[in-house]
């Protein structure tokens, strides 16, 4: 049972993370996403944060951004992206 229980948290912690990035990067202007793009971005974004937070090694490495490669595709598609920092 405490397994499902700090899956949920994990879980819930990925989404908390991709809603926070999409409304940054809306209020921001960095880029405008249709809902295909945003279904995308989310879907991508999840994968990345739960496959990290699965993963003890990858874990380790707390430095390291799991959404940059996903903001740099996703920014350059549309020619209004300003990269990332």
């Not at 209020?27 to 249709?34: F, I, P, Q, S, Y």
């Amino acid at each position: 049972m405490a397994s499902v229980g700090a899956r949920q948290r994990i879980v819930e912690g990925a989404v908390g993370m991709v809603q926070l990035a999409l409304q940054r990067l809306e209020a921001e202007g960095v880029v405008e996403l249709d809902e295909e793009r945003k279904a995308t971005m989310v879907s991508n974004l999840l994968v990345i944060l739960l496959q990290r937070a699965g993963d003890p090694a990858r874990r380790q490495h707390r430095h390291a951004l799991p959404v940059t490669a996903g903001t740099v595709a996703l920014t350059a598609g549309t020619g209004r992206g300003r990269g990332t920092r």
